[in-house]
């Protein structure tokens, strides 16, 4: 599947490529991590398109393919469906 995604560095919005990330660095007063547990949280990075605006934000790959990680957002968080909605 081929999505479209900023994180190829072209934003899919407006077509720029003034994309910039913030992986590897730790800018002060940003939220890096998000807490799922007293024990697990995951690493977050952010992307903005400088163009347009456009702000989006992924949790790390590395935590993606942490199942303990994974289970407790299970565990913890709603299963987002439409059902859910309002
Ligand atoms: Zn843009």
């Known amino acids: ?3 479209e ?3 190829t560095g072209k934003c899919p919005v407006c077509g720029s490529n003034e994309v910039y990330d913030n992986r590897e660095k730790n800018p002060i007063g940003y939220r890096g991590f998000i807490s799922v547990s007293a024990m697990y949280s995951f690493n977050i ?3 903005v398109c400088l163009n347009c605006g456009y702000f989006k934000e992924f949790i790390k790959d590395a935590d993606l393919k942490n199942e ?3 289970d407790k957002i299970k565990e913890k968080w709603n299963k987002t469906d439409r ?4």
């Open 68 to 70: 303990k990680i994974k």
């Open 1 to 3: 599947m081929n999505v």
């Open 45 to 47: 990075e952010a992307f």
């Open 83 to 86: 059902a859910n909605i309002g």
């Open 5 to 7: 995604t900023i994180k």
